[in-house]
């Protein structure tokens, strides 16, 4: 009986193996919450994804903790291709850069699949808050010592807001939030003094001007928001700050898998369709390669460890 037993199980793994990929739904996991740029770009893309793969694709937000407990979750589930990580720069490339150890390695524990899209940070304060320009929010910084603060919700807005505090020589305290969501709409209740934000939740709030925008750390001004300069016009070329998003899978994901993923990444985000969508929340359009991906990853773990070290920060 044991014998027959075993001979079935082996048939059923045999025939489960063979199943073809996809067939069933995929779960991505984000690990900020609901209204953060990392979640809205994610449900842009999710729908999409789903069609050309034939199987539902669902968002499942487990904020917390910088998205460690989000990235541990994905880097321990089957490398099946069901459990996919909505990796952004933060903590794919920062939380490597901050913390000295980490329960997940985004180079060992994690396959690249394909960036999504890319964006500036834009520097956010309050309207009510009396500060037109960022000379005048550096002005009021140094005028109200140990009154002004900064909301974040990840690796990538600390890390920005660090340097550029240490490059005007400002105070500002950190407020930790669960996602950049929650960081802006603190600016605009007037909770916080000012954050460095990721355009998707942000967007909608500066058009309806329940928050002011001073400036944006691309290289050159965005074509989203011409009117804003750039903290590099300003006379800060080391606040030259892109970020990103790009979905991984587990680490030892068959090859076969991932490619698929790639290839339906890349042109779900390419579709005319989800380039607008896109475009409305300041999002860059991307869907490179894996190969692409992971030379990014490595480039960025580089640059923030040395920016990191040098500004001091350490999260642990």
Same mark, same amino acid.
């Given at each position: $009986?044991r014998i027959?037993?075993?001979?079935l199980?082996?048939?059923g793994?045999?025939?489960?193996a063979q199943?073809?990929?996809p067939?069933r739904?995929?779960?991505?996991?984000?690990g900020?919450?609901?209204?953060?740029?990392n979640d809205l770009?994610?449900?842009?893309i999710?729908?999409k994804l789903?069609?050309?793969l034939?199987?539902?694709?669902?968002?499942?937000?487990k904020?917390?903790?910088?998205?460690?407990?989000? *990235?541990e979750?994905? *880097?321990k589930?089957?490398p099946?291709?069901?459990?996919?990580l $909505?990796g952004p720069s933060?903590? $794919?490339?920062?939380?490597?850069?901050t913390?000295?150890k980490l329960?997940y390695s985004?180079?060992?524990?994690?396959?690249?699949?394909? $960036?999504?899209?890319?964006?500036?940070?834009i520097?956010?304060v309050?309207?009510?808050?009396?500060?037109?320009s960022?000379?005048?929010?550096v002005?009021?910084?140094?005028?109200?010592?140990?009154k002004?603060n900064y909301a974040s919700?990840?690796?990538?807005f600390?890390?920005?807001?660090e340097?550029f505090k240490?490059?005007?020589?400002?105070?500002?305290e950190?407020?930790?939030?669960?996602?950049?969501?929650?960081?802006?709409?603190?600016v605009a209740a007037?909770?916080?003094?000012m954050t460095?934000?990721?355009?998707?939740?942000?967007?909608g709030?500066?058009?309806?001007g329940?928050?002011r925008?001073l400036?944006v750390?691309?290289?050159q001004?965005?074509p989203s928001?011409?009117?804003l300069p750039?903290?590099?016009?300003?006379?800060m070329p080391?606040?030259?700050?892109s970020?990103w998003?790009?979905l991984?899978?587990?680490?030892?994901?068959?090859?076969?898998?991932?490619a698929r993923?790639?290839?339906?990444?890349?042109?779900?985000?390419q579709?005319?369709?989800v380039?607008?969508?896109l475009?409305?929340?300041?999002?860059d359009p991307?869907?490179g390669?894996?190969e692409a991906?992971a030379?990014?990853?490595a480039?960025d773990?580089e640059?923030?460890t040395a920016?990191?070290?040098?500004?001091?920060i350490?999260?642990d």
């Open positions: $009986m027959v037993a075993l001979l199980l082996l048939a793994l045999a025939a489960q199943e073809p990929y067939s739904p995929i779960r991505v996991v984000v900020y919450s609901a209204g953060g740029g770009v994610v449900r842009v999710a729908p789903g069609e050309a034939g199987q539902p694709v669902v968002v499942d937000n904020p917390g903790a910088q998205s460690i407990i989000a *990235a979750l994905v *880097a589930s089957a099946d291709g069901y459990t996919l $909505m933060g903590s $794919m490339t920062i939380n490597p850069a913390y000295s329960p985004p180079v060992r524990d994690f396959a690249p699949i394909s $960036m999504i899209g890319s964006f500036p940070l520097v956010a309050n309207p009510q808050l009396p500060v037109r960022v000379r005048e929010l002005e009021y910084a140094k005028a109200n010592p140990g002004v919700s990840a690796g990538i600390q890390i920005a807001t340097l240490q490059k005007t020589g400002t105070q500002f950190m407020i930790p939030y669960k996602g950049s969501g929650d960081s802006v709409q603190a007037g909770q916080v003094t460095f934000v990721d355009p998707p939740p942000a967007t709030l500066l058009k309806a329940t928050v925008g400036a750390t691309s290289a001004r965005h928001w011409p009117e750039t903290l590099v016009e300003l006379g080391e606040m030259d700050v970020v998003m790009a991984f899978a587990p680490a030892r994901t068959p090859p076969a898998v991932l993923l790639q290839r339906e990444v890349a042109r779900a985000v579709s005319p369709e380039k607008e969508r475009a409305a929340l300041g999002v991307v869907g390669t894996s991906l030379l990014q990853v480039r773990i640059k923030w920016v990191a070290k040098a500004a001091g350490k999260n």
